[in-house]
């Protein structure tokens, strides 16, 4: 799961704290959610995958496919 939040963001070319200012978090934060060090909370599963429009099945390494499911508002 870290390896895919990392690719993730490197893919859009951000740094941590871009990242971690979309979470309003720290960057402290942020590079412990990459490095294993500090559990994601759902919530920042969510928005991580609302933001790279990924499921969070891909994000855990469930899946390899990006593919979201539909959500209400779709």
């Known amino acids: 799961m870290y390896e895919r939040i990392r690719g993730l963001r490197e893919d859009k070319d951000l740094t941590q704290q ?6 309003k978090i720290t960057q402290a934060t942020y ?12 919530a920042v599963l969510i928005t991580l995958a609302t933001f790279h429009n990924v499921s969070i ?18």
């Open 31 to 42: 590079s412990r959610y990459e490095n294993g060090n500090l559990d994601v909370p759902s």
């Open 18 to 23: 871009q990242m971690a200012e979309l979470l």
């Open 57 to 74: 099945d891909y994000i855990l390494g469930q899946t390899d496919s990006t593919k979201r499911y539909p959500t209400k508002k779709e």
